[in-house]
């Protein structure tokens, strides 16, 4: 299936939604530039108007002079090539949220290709429920629910933008064109010949834009609608106007396939919206980045690429920027993954100015195809726990969570909290290792404070707590030291003693201060 999005005289509206002037002012749009000498201005057609303008006898094709003196309220506008452009490209974002396969048809004419448009089947299944309750839903009607869910869902984003529009969707594009132009919003036309048939019949013969000479003939012959012209034999109408009559005929019949001129955006994954009116929510704020997630996924999917980063940088009205490299666990493309990421380091989230920018980078990579070892696991649902983590962090600071990763160091405990998220860093195999010969050390973080008596600067008794008694053997000291070159040098002394009860444990002299390090096992 094939949709069409129809925005009627665009040009016109383009102009009005410029200017903030409503559709139901007597209006036209002149096909000259406003810098035109006003002799110039009055000799200028009329491309097009509003109804309000039709209604009073203005028609397309009068000077502006003989306009105005139909209606000598009339306004006149100038088209403007550049603010078409804008309007143009907004409708192209709006297709590329719902696929990657559309065409720029004309000037307010956007075709998509929704063959590879898919729901989920609980989203059919409920959206079934509400249409047909109670009752078996053939697989007819689910498709047909579906395409009028997407249909609806299409017309009113390109509704947010100002524009009226029409939306068709049909079995082929220039069917779905038609259907647009005979729809009051939204219309999806079934895949049924006969019924085609019986519903272009009555749109005008100016809607498949026929030469000038052809029109002329075809006026001539009193041929009106499409629904007279494909009441002629097709073979004759070929013989009598050549082919081009035939490929309209196709057209205005319904029958013609062709390919779409698939527009393809530049590769670039980044999304900036400059804000008329400043965000001081959340709920707002994450409308907005829904509709830019939805089109750069979008693009993502027709290069065949996943996001492995997310970079969200917001504008204050204050002048302040702020800016957050948000990694994904598992690269994705799924829109309600990337904003949940985004939405967990909002929450945690305060800002004095209200926001005036907002602008999203995806930094793409290669969908990743890697075998765990034989022994290895992976976890269910990576992107679930780094959402986890992410609140983690907003509750007790980044710096508190994260697996701890040793440092380079002979400093006790030296240590940095690595993301969990982070490739693992594999240590080479040490030959010499003796660490499975030693006795092992259950250390206590902090360590326990201790009053030892010392004689001669060695331990006799120590009183830590509940570890109390007289030292009956220790060895040591052992002088540690370290960083001497840096502000965080350290140095301390370490001794392994035996009490009269029999334990064995790590005291530790730093700063004249003594403490137990640990027990050992």
């Keep these: 299936m094939f949709a069409t999005l129809l925005v009627p005289e665009f040009q016109l509206q383009t102009i009005l939604r410029q200017h903030g002037a409503s559709p139901e002012q007597p209006a036209v749009l002149l096909d000259e530039a406003a810098t035109a000498s006003t002799k110039q201005q009055g000799k200028a057609p009329v491309l097009q108007a509003t109804p309000a303008a039709l209604r009073v006898g203005v028609q397309c094709g009068m000077t502006a002079t003989q306009a105005q003196a139909r209606c000598s309220g009339l306004i006149l506008y100038y088209r403007d090539a550049m603010a078409e452009e804008r309007g143009q490209a907004e409708l192209l974002e709006i297709a590329e949220q719902f696929t990657p396969d559309y065409e720029s048809t004309a000037p307010g004419v956007v075709t998509m290709d929704w063959h590879g448009l898919t729901r989920s089947e609980a989203d059919v299944d409920l959206l079934q429920m509400s249409l047909f309750p109670a009752m078996p839903v053939p697989a007819a009607s689910r498709a047909l629910a579906q395409l009028t869910s997407s249909a609806e869902k299409l017309q009113r984003l390109a509704t947010a933008t100002g524009f009226i529009v029409r939306t068709g969707v049909a079995a082929n594009p220039d069917l779905a064109f038609l259907t647009a132009c005979l729809a009051n919003s939204v219309r999806v036309l079934e895949d049924d010949a006969s019924k085609t048939r019986a519903f272009l019949a ?24 499409l629904g007279d012209f494909t009441a002629l034999p097709r073979d004759a109408v070929t013989t009598r106007l050549g082919t081009e009559a035939a490929r309209l005929w196709d057209f205005a019949s319904g029958t013609r396939r062709r390919l779409l001129r698939l527009v393809r955006m530049p590769l670039d994954y980044t999304q900036r919206v400059e804000l008329e009116q400043p965000l001081g929510t959340l709920d707002l704020l994450t409308h907005y980045l829904t509709r830019m997630l939805d089109t750069l996924t979008a693009r993502l999917a027709t290069a065949w690429l996943v996001a492995r980063e997310v970079v969200l940088t917001l504008g204050f009205e204050n002048g302040g920027v702020h800016q957050r490299e948000l990694r994904v666990s598992e690269p994705a493309r799924s829109t309600d993954l990337l904003l949940r990421l985004i939405h967990t380091h909002l929450e945690g989230f305060t800002t004095s100015s209200p926001i005036k920018v907002v602008a999203l980078e995806l930094k793409p990579t290669q969908p990743g195809q890697n075998q765990n070892d034989l022994f290895e696991h992976s976890l269910r649902d990576p992107n679930r726990f780094a959402e986890t983590l992410a609140q983690l962090e907003a509750l007790l600071g980044s710096e508190n969570v994260g697996a701890p990763l040793l440092l380079p160091t002979h400093r006790p405990d030296a240590v940095r909290m690595a993301s969990y998220v982070e490739p693992a860093e594999k240590e080479a195999p040490n030959p010499t ?33 509940p570890i109390q008694g007289r030292v009956l053997a220790h060895r040591g000291p052992w002088l540690m030291s370290g960083d001497w070159w840096d502000t965080q040098r350290w140095s301390h002394e370490e001794w392994d003693v035996q009490l009269a009860d029999g334990l064995l444990c790590r005291l530790k002299r730093e700063n004249a201060g003594w403490s137990v390090e640990g027990l050992y096992a």
Excluded at 206 to 221: F, I, K, N
Excluded at 438 to 461: D, G, H, S
């Design 433 to 465: 290792h003796a660490a499975a010969s030693a006795m092992p050390l259950r250390r206590f973080r902090p360590p326990l404070p201790a009053q030892v008596r010392v004689i001669n600067r060695e331990p006799i008794e120590i009183s830590a707590g």
């Design 202 to 225: 009555p749109l005008s013969i100016q809607a498949m834009q026929p030469p000038v000479e052809m029109a002329d003939t075809l006026s001539l012959w009193g041929i009106r609608t």
